[in-house]
Each structure stands twice: as C-alpha cells, then as structure tokens.
C-alpha cells in the first residue's frame, strides 16, 4: 500500500490499482480527491469535509463512495443518493478493497464553550491509522500513525504523550497546514526526541510504502 500526503490532513492511499482519500478538506488540494474509489471523512469541520472536493471525485468516478459520520452524512447524501454510507465507533467495512475498522466518538476539546462534535478516526488495512481531530488511541497496534501534528486544541506536549500511547513503529505528520515552516524543525525535534518512535513528515505529494 502505499501513502501519498496531501495538503493538512488529507492523505490517498493506493493498493491493486485503487485508491481511498481520507479527509480532503478545504487547505488540501482543490484535485486531492479526484480518482478516489472511496472517500473517507473523520468530521465535519471545513478543513476535512469540503463539499466540493468531494462532489469532484463522485462526479470523476460513478462507483465511488462515500464512507463518514451522521453529521457529514445529513449533508451531503441527498447529492449522492445511495452512495454515501454511515458508519460509528465499532464499524468494520470494506472500502474499495480497504478493510477499514472506525475508532473514537469525539472531537477534541477545543474550549469548554465550544459544543463537541463527533469525530470518527478510522485504522486501514489493520496497519495504518488516521484519528481525524482526536487524540484517539484505536487499542489496538498500529504499524504508521498519521499523528496530528498542530491544531487550536492541542499542545506539543499532548502530541507527545499521544504517539507514546500508541506506540506505532513510525508517525507521519498530518493536520499541519496552520504550522509555519520556521516552526516544523523545532515540533520534528521535539518529536523525534521525546515520542519514542520514528517520527517524520511527508510534503504535498510525496509517498512512502506502507506495511499491510
């Protein structure tokens, strides 16, 4: 299988000649979904969920679908009739060849007074795992942990303790569209010193293998 970073927290993963793209939001690429066999989508929020991108894809491929939580499902799937489908914490589906399993229930906490969202991190091929906006621990071993690097609920040190408590055998950045470049050596250093495992990151549309 293998991995292609796209802008902030989109990434496509291709195997067999199939591809599945998970979060294409409004900071990735206004293409990052087009060729999708299926679509992922962690929440609703606009850096993960564009209808656009979205209807790009669908419309560029017939057969694509749509595999996300209830809240982006109310909105989109009267555009996509029988295409979109629901799925929560517990799922376990086939997405276009993908054995895709649903972990997590809930956003971060962004303020106390901001109501939470439902947020659904989804682990790929028992291998790879993408938490959407989450710190969510899947409970299971994972091979590569898409680790969300920088956002308004987080702080380094959670990130930290985040990929210690999954302990992947490597965590590729993703959610790091607001990281200003002069900042990634210091949160790569801070990371790679500290998180206990092989810590890298990925510019728009580079690619890397991944275990299956």
Known sequence: MKLIKKGHSCVRLEKDGRALVIDPGGFSEDDAAVGADALLVTH????HFDEGRLRAAMEANPAA???TLRGVADRISTTFPGRVHIVGEGDAFDAAGFEVEVHGQLHAV???DIPRIANSGYLVDGSLFHPGDALTVPGRSVDTLLLPVH???SKVSEVIDYVREVAPRRAFDVHDGLLAD????VYDRLIGDLGGVSHSRLTPGESVGVAR
Not at 44 to 47: K, L, S, V
Not at 182 to 185: E, I
Request: net charge positive; aromatic share 12%; charged share 30%.
């Open 151 to 153: 956002a308004p609920w």
């Open 65 to 67: 679908r749509i595999w």
């Open 182 to 185: 002069r900042a990634r050596p």
């Open 110 to 112: 962004i303020h106390p």
């Open 44 to 47: 609703e929020h606009p850096d």
